[in-house]
């Protein structure tokens, strides 16, 4: 399992993306590892939540001994303490749980300047084969990618140039960034697609990675989805209530989640599918499925928000 950072591999000497450097962390001494914040999100001011879980990730894995370096990550459950400084490399300090013969568990603690900023605990399993199998089916009502306008055409379009101020538009209109990932909002369909916005409670978001990982190493791809199953999130409970202008908004993610399902290929098409069932005390809770274009289930994610309106 390669978590840390020697030269490319799998994809011969592919160059790296500078998304796909935040995978890997340095090494500083037993247990102890570093991440660097080669890419953020535009706009971003505090450390990304997505970034953390990936790089605790690759710290908790780089501790599995070799009789456990078969083992992948079958969940993830991270707790945002406080915002971190995107100027400043992370620390992960992990503990070592348990190593069973099944599965091995890990606690992680991500610090900067010695202020804990984030807790992750992690759970690794050996690869087995099914003895019972189900999922939850792809909704009938998704678009396809190509049903939907690209954050270009979307950025670019008589939608946002009639927009007063677009910043209160942003949790509904704004692109998001895509030097790295590319994106199709399923609340924006091309003009001639057949498929329309239907009003069936869930957001959709098509995603893949613009490059390929230099490895095969599905560690690496885990590490790639769960950065990206922090991207978005927030749309659905704002959504769910404005539809129009939206009020001066702080929102904050307090946790977040990961179970895996299914192997993941990070720069083919995915379908993230989110609803959300609460918000009340100012917490939105979001559940999230991510799923190969064919329809296969991926992951399963869920995170709380905290939400603050100036003028509400």
Not at 14 to 19: F, G, P, T, V, Y
Not at 85 to 104: A, L
């Amino acid at each position: 399992m390669n978590t840390t950072t020697p030269a490319a591999h799998g994809h011969g000497q592919a160059r790296r993306s500078d998304l796909e450097k935040n995978l890997y962390v340095e090494e500083v001494s037993r247990d102890h590892y570093r991440g660097h914040q080669y890419w953020r999100l535009p706009k971003t001011r505090v450390t990304f939540g997505g970034l953390e879980v990936a790089q605790a990730l690759a710290a908790a894995g780089h501790t599995l001994e070799a009789e456990h370096r078969g083992k992948l990550v079958n969940s993830v459950h991270s707790c945002f303490v406080g915002g971190g400084d995107i100027n400043k490399p992370i620390d992960y300090k992990v503990e070592r749980v348990q190593d069973g013969r099944s599965y091995s568990r890990r606690s992680v603690s991500a610090s900067q300047s010695g202020r804990v900023i984030c807790t992750c605990l992690i759970s690794f399993q050996h690869p087995t084969e099914d003895s019972i199998y189900h999922q939850a089916a792809m909704p009938s009502t998704a678009p396809r990618p190509e049903d939907l306008m690209t954050m270009e055409e979307l950025d670019e379009s008589n939608m946002m140039q009639e927009k007063p101020d677009k910043a209160l538009f942003a949790p509904l209109y704004r692109p998001l960034p895509n030097k790295e990932i590319e994106f199709r909002d399923g609340k924006f369909p091309r003009t001639d697609a057949t498929w329309r916005a239907s009003e069936d409670g869930f957001t959709y978001l098509w995603m893949h990675l613009r490059s390929p990982l230099s490895s095969d190493d599905m560690s690496l791809h885990q590490r790639a989805a769960a950065f990206c199953s922090d991207i978005g999130m927030g749309r659905p409970v704002v959504r769910r209530h404005f539809a129009g202008v939206v009020p001066d908004m702080l929102s904050t993610s307090l946790n977040h989640s990961v179970w895996f399902h299914a192997p993941i290929v990070g720069d083919r098409w995915m379908l993230y599918v989110m609803e959300t069932p609460s918000a009340s005390s100012k917490r939105g809770l979001v559940f999230g499925r991510l799923y190969s274009r064919e329809g296969l289930l991926l992951l399963t994610s869920a995170q709380e928000i905290s939400y603050r309106f100036s003028k509400l």
